[in-house]
């Protein structure tokens, strides 16, 4: 299905396992919709049994309860929207993919990975590589929303993203041939001006970095 979530259940004969699907709300669930796509990318299961996906294109994070989510259907699936595009400043706006987006420029939310707090509650960290930006999100266990942060990089397209032990944050920098470490400050770890970068280039590698911002 397009815009879908599935959810394989392996048995003996793994051709032969059942799966169930599960179309996300607003989604365009067929190749002819006039729905503008959301583009689920990456998938990331919290220590509660919560799936997380980023929608690439939709410009959002949902949240699916495998306790409520029933096969065909949208039930128990949350779509949270992430920050419009900036538009104040020319340079820090969103890319556009190509071909454009007929939903109009997202953030590019990508890969994604999360932990529970001391409280209980999803910390979530994603590449925004649209707008060359690191996403944190904070959520109850009920799902509600409780934080959130959009920190910028530094770098051109971020990619992948890993937690570390200390609570930093790892991400590639597709285009700078280097990776990037982001530290949340604990007392303020929602406010992206305390949040310190360091990169790390990849030796004997190439760069694509963008001559107007040269680091």
Known sequence: GVDTIARLTPTAELG?????????????????????PLAPADVFVDGRGIVWTTLFLGNAIARIDPALARDG?????????L???????????????????PGGPSRGPLQLE?????????VLAFTEKDVEAIGVMRFAPDGAELNRAD???DCVAPLGVALGRDGSIW???GDSNALGRLSLDQARPYVASTAPIEHHPVPFGTTNEDPEHPR
Do not use: K, Q, W
């Open 171 to 173: 991400f590639s920098e």
């Open 73 to 81: 259907t949208g039930e128990g699936i949350t779509i949270h929207r």
């Open 151 to 153: 920190v910028p990089c």
């Open 16 to 36: 032969r396992s059942p799966v169930e699907r599960y179309p996300l709300p607003g989604g365009a669930h067929t190749l002819d919709s006039l729905r503008n």
């Open 114 to 122: 999360g932990v529970l707090d001391a409280d209980g509650n999803t």
């Open 83 to 101: 920050d419009p595009c900036p538009t104040s400043d020319p340079e820090a706006t969103c890319r556009e993919e190509f071909p454009p987006s």
